[in-house]
């Protein structure tokens, strides 16, 4: 006979002293995915035994009060910085396990160009990109990553991609520069993706570990306050209208050739390696 324990993980807190009001509780909205990112991230770090080498680098934007919940290194940033930041870090501490937690509103606006040239150094730090299509701490506006037709408080009457273009796939993006890279797109709306995001996270830390390439994660993940829908409905609608225009899969792998992504319908990007 034996008992198999479930615990928290270690370099997750027991209770966030440093948040105000409510200890036990963090400060994410019903049907956030950030608490179940948070928890895959904290899961990998104990497993990899690297909570005292850990460094968070989180900037504006809902992961901004990370050092609440993470017991490692933290450092907060200005918006958009957190590769440059996580660039330093890495540098001066090679043998930590760097770690830039963004949103869609601070990576692919005012960090755009961060995030391009960190990626095409090759830093050997992960990025973990969450893309709920909206700007989800300061007040719901239209980010680069909203859909077309998606209503925010700064497009009342939805994205029009006449005047502000279609949304950006940034996953795409970094896919298409020469320098060696593990890119890759998950979901966190429902168990099952859940799972499969839960590897591909591990695999970015691993390459991290190993010294071999910039890591880069994006995450599908629901903003029910945002989007106006409940906690359910938000799910459906990643899986309805997310997945279609960002397709799931690995995009590119060191000394590999692109993966097909999930369900991929989208035009070809030019000069982009075949996808097999």
């Known amino acids: 006979m034996y008992a198999q ?80 930041a996580a660039t330093a870090v890495k540098r001066a501490l090679p043998d930590s396990l760097v770690i830039s937690y963004q949103g869609d509103g601070d990576l692919a606006a005012i960090g755009g160009n961060e995030i391009l040239h960190a990626a095409n150094r090759g830093e050997k730090i992960t990025v973990i990109f969450v893309n709920n299509a909206i700007y989800g701490m300061t007040g719901g506006q239209m980010a680069p990553t909203t859909m077309p037709g998606q209503k925010t408080t700064t497009s009342p009457l939805g994205r029009d991609v006449e005047t502000t273009g279609y949304p950006m796939r940034v996953s795409e993006l970094l896919a298409t520069l020469q320098t060696p890279a593990f890119i890759a797109r998950g979901s966190a709306h429902d168990g099952k993706h859940t799972t499969k995001l839960k590897k591909l996270l591990r695999r970015a830390f691993e390459y991290q570990r190993d010294n071999t390439c910039f890591s880069f994660i994006e995450v599908l993940s629901t903003c029910p306050t945002n989007w106006g829908l409940s906690p359910d409905e938000s799910d459906r609608w990643v899986e309805t209208s997310m997945i279609p225009y960002y397709p799931l899969g690995v995009f590119k792998e060191p000394a590999a050739p692109a993966a097909a992504p999930d369900g991929a319908n989208s035009p070809a990007i030019p000069g982009a390696p075949h996808v097999h």
């Open 5 to 84: 324990t479930f615990q928290r993980p270690r370099s997750f807190y027991g209770q966030f002293d440093r948040k105000p009001g409510d200890k036990l509780t963090t400060h994410y909205c019903p049907g956030c995915g950030h608490g179940n990112i948070h928890k895959m991230i904290a899961e990998a770090i104990d497993d990899f035994g690297a909570q005292d080498r850990t460094v968070f680098v989180s900037p504006v934007g809902c992961s901004v009060f990370a050092y609440y919940y993470f017991d490692v290194g933290n450092l907060q940033v200005a918006h958009g910085r957190a590769p440059a």
